[in-house]
């Protein structure tokens, strides 16, 4: 008997001459769900553990395109070409709304797909999470469509008091604060589960990685809700310390991933 006989395939002998039907995905070695195709999975070191779509991801999904929705420069098709001038000056407002949006769905999708927990106090951290992202689209709006037109030269909503910028900078604060907050205690919520979700130690390493990430971003949230008490101009600027602290932290551990990764081998 030759060497390719005596190694059968877990599901019986193999056949060269047979093809799996194209309805039929073949499973990664890697063991990712079956929608991902050899070649083109989504994390290298993080095997997602989350199945088909489920009824939460669904609504989630929709929450988020509606939050966007209401994101919109504005809900009529401009009828002349001062209207249509006015609402392109809100295009740059619009679009830093929506990759903020964007960042959180991207974050909350990747915790979904890497976990695929739908436990009652994963489903209660998702449902808080939605409720933020809704209430604080307009404030989110707002804070930005009034920066754009003080550095376009447009004054419209700049004439606001001391007392009024204060506050709309902590309400601001607190709600980019609350929402990585509440991603924070998803990951926590993760890790407490890791033997149970069965996480390798590359996987452990990452699922600390994003708990610390999140938890960066939740302190620079409160961070400018305080500062807000004082000066709410640099309220605004101290989220610019997120780039290069978020930068350096990822790439310090994105050898460490690799290293263990490889370590792993």
């Known amino acids: 008997m030759s060497r390719h006989e005596k190694h059968d395939s877990p599901h019986g002998p193999s056949h060269p001459t047979m093809h799996s039907s194209p309805q039929e995905v073949p499973a990664t070695p ?67 709304c929506f990759a903020q949006l964007i960042m959180i769905w991207r974050t909350h999708y990747k915790f979904s797909r890497r976990y695929g927990l739908e436990d009652p106090y994963t489903v209660l951290l998702n449902v808080v999470l939605l409720f933020l992202v809704l209430f604080y689209v307009y404030p989110l709006k707002f804070v930005f469509t009034m920066l754009v037109s003080q550095i376009t030269g447009a004054h419209a909503g700049a004439n606001l008091s001391a007392g009024e910028a204060s506050m709309l900078m902590r309400i601001y604060g607190a709600g980019f604060a609350s929402v990585f907050l509440l991603i924070f205690l998803m990951y926590t919520h993760a890790y407490k589960l890791r033997r149970a979700l069965e996480l ?41 310390v997120l780039g290069p602290i978020l930068a350096i932290h990822g790439s310090m551990f994105g050898r460490r991933t690799r290293a263990l990764a490889e370590a792993a081998r």
């Open 30 to 96: 890697h063991g990712f769900p079956s929608e991902h195709r050899r070649g083109l999975l989504p994390e290298k070191y993080f095997r997602w553990r989350g199945g088909e779509i489920t009824r939460l991801e669904a609504f989630c999904d929709v929450v988020f395109g509606f939050a966007i929705t209401l994101l919109v420069v504005s809900l009529e098709v401009p009828h002349t070409y001062a209207e249509l001038i006015a609402d392109m000056r809100g295009f740059f407002a619009f679009a830093i």
């Open 200 to 240: 390798n130690n590359v996987e452990i390493l990452e699922t600390r990685v994003a708990m610390q990430e999140t938890a960066i971003l939740a302190f620079v949230g409160l961070a400018s809700f305080a500062i807000a008490f004082r000066s709410p101009e640099w309220a605004g600027w101290s989220f610019c």
